[in-house]
């Protein structure tokens, strides 16, 4: 069965850092765009992070530039998003999600989510 497994969300202090990861099993990410979406309460979900193991693309959304950085081991079937000086305003759910053959970035015709995982930034 294929599917998308996200670690790595964890309570943190403003300031501090997290790394993601998106592990991919039943099918590999090489022809894939990978994204990392984020849900908060009372909020629309939205788009993060992208790379396109297809066509090389990266993209970040606009308030975690410079901060949040995105990378995939397709050895290990892995997509990392690195998160650093973390804000409470990026407390979510944090869902990755793969659409085949795409480039970055793309809100639609996802292929597989992940369940998410927690992200909490006091401040």
């Known amino acids: 069965e294929a599917q998308l497994v996200e670690s790595g969300g964890d309570f943190v202090q403003a300031g501090g850092s997290l790394r993601l990861s998106c592990t991919a099993s039943g099918f590999t990410f090489d022809d894939y765009a990978v994204g990392w979406f984020r849900h908060a309460p009372g909020k629309e979900r939205e788009g993060v992070s992208c790379?396109?193991?297809?066509?090389?693309?990266?993209t970040y959304e606009h308030s975690v530039k410079g901060r949040f950085t995105i990378s995939s081991d397709t050895a290990h079937n892995t997509v990392y998003l690195q998160m650093n000086s973390l804000k409470p305003e990026d407390t979510a759910t944090y869902y990755c999600?793969?659409?085949?053959?795409?480039?970055?970035?793309?809100?639609?015709?996802?292929?597989?989510w992940g369940k998410g995982t927690l992200v909490s930034v006091s401040s």
């Open positions: 790379i396109s193991n297809s066509d090389g693309s990266i």
């Open positions: 999600a793969a659409k085949r053959r795409s480039t970055c970035p793309y809100t639609y015709g996802m292929d597989y």
